[in-house]
């Protein structure tokens, strides 16, 4: 299982994540900030976990966000 962690509030909006996988990340069209999809959130903090079948782009998105946001455990 693979968990992600997405510090949203610290967003800038590049959609680097979203090139990388499509499935998982969208641009929100209200704010312009990258969206977790299938997450929930605590305290502006969004989580989800996922397949390992995911792990490769996940991990990828994180590598390519510029600001780091984004955390991939497993």
Do not use: F
Not at 42 to 63: F, R, W
């Amino acid at each position: 299982m693979i968990k992600v962690i997405h510090y949203r509030h610290k967003c800038i909006g590049c959609n680097a994540c979203v090139e990388v996988d499509k499935q998982r990340w969208r641009v929100s069209r209200t704010d312009g900030k990258s969206v977790l999809i299938g997450s929930t959130a605590k305290k502006n903090i969004y989580q989800v976990t996922t397949g390992d079948d995911e792990a490769e782009k996940l991990h990828k998105a994180a590598e390519v966000c510029p600001v780091n946001i984004i955390k991939v455990i497993g």
